[in-house]
């Protein structure tokens, strides 16, 4: 689907949505890394039956994933957000609905899909209350706030194409206070967004905020970005809901190690006190068994759900979390075991080097 996508999108929006930072080492370390974990699947197990549904902050999910937030996705295909949200709700899954989304927090709330906001702390923080404000009027579930991005990562295929999204397309969210992408273009070219994040994002943000934002909203708060055991600990005691393990898809600290290797140890340190999520290379119902059993209750797919996107609008991101359940079930089956709740630690080990 990633090839059917490349050829149909203009190269710059392509790029965009492919492209990690640096040298793109993490990015691809976060799929490599699942091919260094085999399973040890049991035998002769009725697997007639077969749960998918897992518990996330309280609320049951048909199976075991949700739509991490991808901004501008109407570069991807005319509707957009609101395609990819009534996918999400067809599936009866959750998505995550991003700051720098090309559609409104309303207008992706009128879709009635399960939705939590994902959130960037502005240097105006009388904008980010509005944002916070506004979520929570529209009936967003939680606040997921990402903590792996004081500045953005150098993406060289955004520096180098000058990225801008096209005519029409800007972050909808913010256009009418902050000017959006369009205001963002210097003399020097580059890409508009990290132009945009760097006037516009607070670089400062700290574990204050956390119980700033955890405070104004009043709602479960997701910390996206965490990858070592200290600060999952931090986390848990700071009173959070739920942690996701992710670099970023790749995006932002390149040197980052792969998400499916970093979970162990917050899984192992915060597994019970929080949900433990993670995101970040996640192609096939293999990579969700293994994530299930190295700790995770369920994983974030980003790039697998523009691709759906921009090949079929909304019945691409529909069929994407069709295969995703099916190979998950498929996977489970082969695995032996019967329900999310018995997937454990035991199921994987290291794959001899
Ligand atoms: C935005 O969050 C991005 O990664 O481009």
């Keep these: 689907m990633a090839a059917e996508a490349e050829a149909r999108l203009p190269k710059a929006a392509f790029d965009y949505y492919a492209g990690g930072s640096g040298t793109e080492w993490t990015l691809a370390e976060n799929e490599r890394a699942f091919r260094r974990w085999v399973f040890r699947r049991r035998v002769l197990v009725d697997v007639s039956e077969v749960d998918t549904a897992v518990t996330v902050l309280g609320q049951r999910l048909p199976f075991p994933v949700l739509l991490a937030p991808v901004a501008l ?60 404000d506004r979520a929570v009027a ?81 709602l479960p708060v997701v910390l996206k970005g965490v990858t070592t055991a200290e600060d999952a600990r931090r986390a848990a005691d700071a009173g959070v809901a739920a942690v996701s393990v992710s ?50 209750k369920a994983v974030l797919i980003g790039r697998p759900q523009l691709w759906g996107l921009a090949c079929g609008g909304q019945a691409g991101v529909g069929r994407v979390l069709d295969l995703l359940r099916m190979d998950f079930t498929l996977a489970m089956r082969l695995a032996g075991v019967t329900s999310t709740a018995a997937i454990g630690r035991s199921l994987v080990r290291r794959a001899v080097p």
């Design 73 to 132: 996705q109407r570069m991807a295909h005319a509707e957009g957000e609101l395609a990819t949200a009534r996918a999400a709700a067809e599936a009866g899954t959750t998505m995550i609905l991003s700051t720098l989304s090309s559609t409104t927090i309303e207008d992706v709330a009128a879709t009635g899909v399960d939705r939590w906001f994902q959130l960037y702390v502005h240097r105006d923080r009388g904008l980010t209350g509005e944002l916070i």
């Design 247 to 296: 670099n970023h898809g790749g995006r932002q600290l390149d040197g980052d190690p792969a998400t499916i290797d970093a979970l162990p140890e917050v899984a192992d340190e915060v597994g019970d006190r929080l949900d433990v999520l993670v995101d970040g290379g996640v192609r096939r119902g293999t990579d969700v068994l293994c994530a299930l059993a190295l700790g995770a």
């Design 138 to 218: 529209s009936g967003y579930r939680a606040l997921v706030l990402t903590v792996d991005t004081p500045q953005l990562g150098r993406r060289d295929r955004d520096e180098r194409n000058g990225f801008l999204p096209p005519p029409g397309v800007d972050l909808a969210i913010l256009t009418s206070t902050t000017g959006g992408l369009s205001q963002q273009t210097g003399a020097g070219g580059g890409s508009s967004l990290f132009a945009y994040f760097a006037r516009q994002c607070d670089p400062s943000v700290t574990w204050a905020d956390v119980e700033w934002v955890r405070s104004r909203a009043q």
